[in-house]
């Protein structure tokens, strides 16, 4: 007995120390490049192993009050398939909703296909899936708490996608839970955006969620329902951007990376957990030295991770400092993940500025080369702005001695969250 507690003892104690501390990469790029050139978009397909797809139509639809009803009437509406991929499923009014929705279509006998994940839809999935199974709904969990799959514990599906008849999706940040929806507990709904889209990359992000289904299960989906032809309906150009920790060096560390360094005038970014590591730090201090304007909206005193925005202030400093602006929301929680460069680019996905997403999660983005949506994210962040307060660097020199100790101490978060 001894020697297995010694075993155990020291399994868990190797368990921490690789979760926390397992050197970071020092990400850099190789030559300066143009955001504005076509070499960039072939650097991106390359690096990030996709495809620039032209003709596709987007919509930018912010907030529950919106998203929540277009996917509703998305699902409504199938007449083939549903794949649905989610990291956050929750009981409640917009959970029972979806479910309704989701089980009326499986009992017409459109297929449904549905993956949450074990730890972000923990507490639901046991009671969501049951008349899911029972209308005939195909439901799984991915990576659920199992001894075998320790290994990959820290791996989750961070991707929030909906797929509806190989012809349209949804992507952004949202996950299926009434905070979105409706103020909860005296504190005001969370704000948020997903993306409507039409058109040939739908297929690309069909794959994704095909992808998840098949780690679950072994299905290799194959169907001509899941995957359509490529018809052009719009005339914005997209890619679909998938990202996982089976490589450390992950897509959306690359996308987001690159992005900013290939700035020429501008960036915007928009996330709810800022902690990016030294490399990033260097490449938006690299950045800002350029003379590109650097901006970060981020939450305030409404965040849902109160440590985490502690560990986040602890390093404003290196941002204003080089010359950038941080403007916390006040007028909510703000899970808006978006990043905007040179008024050209606009992604809009499930990736955090920290090493969570970078390193451990499954990520999935939605990176427009538009002008006219880029416009249109511009508005939505502009609008997130003069709904916040601009952090100062005298101001943050000043914060509270408090503060100061703790985030000394909740520096273990910026290998984690």
């Known amino acids: 007995m001894l020697y297995l507690t010694i075993i155990g003892g020291a399994f868990i104690t190797w368990l921490i120390m690789a979760m926390l501390f397992t050197p970071h990469i020092p990400y850099h790029i190789e030559a300066e490049i143009d955001a504005r050139c076509d070499h960039f978009v072939h650097v ?22 919106r998203f929540y009803p277009a996917m509703l009437a998305a699902i409504r509406s199938a007449r083939e398939t549903i794949d649905m991929e989610c990291y956050i499923f929750k009981k409640g009014a917009i959970g029972d909703a979806f479910v ?22 923990f507490g639901a999935f046991r009671t969501l ?23 990959r514990l820290n791996n989750r599906t961070h ?48 794959g994704i969620v095909a992808e998840n289904w098949m780690e679950c299960c072994g299905e290799i989906r194959t169907g001509t329902e899941t995957y359509k032809p490529h ?17 450390r060096a992950t897509a959306s560390r690359a996308l987001f990376q690159t992005l900013i360094e290939a700035a020429n005038e501008k960036v915007v970014v928009a996330t709810p957990y800022f902690l990016p590591d030294k490399a990033f730090r260097r490449a938006i201090r690299r950045t800002v030295a350029r003379g590109v304007k650097m901006t970060v909206v981020v939450p305030g005193r409404h965040t849902d991770q109160r440590w985490v925005r502690l560990a986040s202030r602890r390093m404003y400093g290196q941002v204003l400092e080089a010359g950038g602006r941080i403007f916390e929301y006040e007028a909510g929680m703000t899970h808006v993940k978006a990043l905007l460069v040179d008024d050209l680019w606009a992604v809009v996905g499930t990736t955090n500025l920290d090493n969570r997403s970078f390193e451990h ?3 999935v983005n939605l990176a427009v080369r538009d002008r006219s949506f880029a416009a249109r994210i511009r508005c939505d962040l502009n609008a997130d702005i003069a709904s916040s307060r601009e952090i100062r660097l005298d101001a ?3 914060r509270p001695v408090w503060e100061k100790l703790i985030g000394t101490v909740a520096w273990i978060l910026e290998r984690q969250q």
């Open 100 to 121: 309704e929705a989701l089980s009326e279509r499986a009992r017409a006998g459109v297929r449904v296909t549905l993956v949450m994940d074990a730890l972000g839809s």
């Open 44 to 65: 991106l397909e390359s690096t990030c192993q996709t495809h620039l797809e032209r003709g596709n139509h987007v919509e930018l639809l912010a907030n529950g009050d």
């Open 361 to 363: 999660n499954d990520e």
């Open 129 to 151: 899936r049951k008349p899911l199974r029972a209308a005939g709904a195909r439901v799984a969990a991915y990576q659920r708490f199992t001894w075998y799959s320790l290994a």
């Open 159 to 206: 991707r929030e996608l909906l797929v509806v008849d190989g012809d349209v999706a949804f992507i952004g940040g949202a996950g299926i839970a009434d905070w979105w929806a409706k103020p909860m507990h005296r504190k005001p709904r969370w704000r948020d955006l997903m993306v409507r889209v039409e058109g040939p990359v739908v297929s690309d992000i069909a």
């Open 396 to 398: 943050w020199r000043r």
């Open 231 to 247: 018809r052009p309906v719009g005339d914005v150009a997209a890619f679909a951007i998938k990202s996982s920790p089976a490589d």
